[in-house]
């Protein structure tokens, strides 16, 4: 991590830079992706200012603190980077934890809505339900008259049993406007 100290209307000691540097190498503890921290020490008047950006590869963050210690300074400024690198890293697990169970239920909604009602889970029973929501057709038909019978219904798809081979064949409505067809 590359750390640059600034001092405006002030001298830098060698004993203000090491404690600096220390503070700052710290925070690599909290979050490893830490590139570079620009250090600014001030001093107006009584009051010594404290302003330190962290820069990172998708992120900036900037703590500023003012008292009458430019060391108290330092360490009010980087305790405040330390929450906040610490709030991040807490947001970016939580965001992977939350896309990755998003991923599992998106999947799974996909499916379900794919068979289209026939299995939905009961609140009270860990496992899924069977749900009777349509019969197949009785009498064969022919994938014409099976993408014609789609064409009138709301459905997403349409079971068949196909006149041709006698095996049952599944249409279903494709995202382009096409159809596309199962053969089992």
Do not use: W
């Not at 404690?19 to 001093?43: G, M, P, T, W, Y």
């Not at 962290?54 to 900037?62: A, D, M, S």
């Not at 998106?106 to 026939?118: E, L, N, Y």
């Amino acid at each position: 991590m590359n750390v640059v100290i600034t001092g405006r209307h002030f001298d830098i000691t060698e004993g203000i830079k090491a404690h600096v540097n220390d503070r700052i190498v710290k925070l690599d503890k909290f979050f490893h992706k830490i590139l570079e921290a620009h250090v600014i020490l001030s001093v107006e008047k009584l009051a010594h200012i404290t302003e330190i950006t962290v820069i990172g590869k998708h992120f900036k963050l900037t703590a500023t603190e003012t008292t009458s210690d430019m060391y108290a300074s330092i360490d009010a400024a980087v305790n405040s980077l330390e929450k906040q690198l610490k709030k991040l890293h807490d947001k970016i697990k939580e965001h992977r934890v939350r896309s990755s169970s998003s991923r599992i239920q998106d999947i799974a909604a996909r499916s379900i809505s794919a068979i289209k009602g026939v299995f939905r889970p009961d609140r009270n029973t860990s496992g899924p339900r069977i749900v009777e929501t349509e019969r197949i057709a009785e009498k064969p038909m022919s994938t014409e008259e099976a993408v014609e019978e789609l064409k009138i219904s709301n459905g997403e798809f349409i079971v068949f049993r196909n006149a041709a081979d006698d095996r049952i064949n599944v249409i279903y409505k494709r995202k382009d406007g096409d159809f596309g067809l199962i053969k089992a």
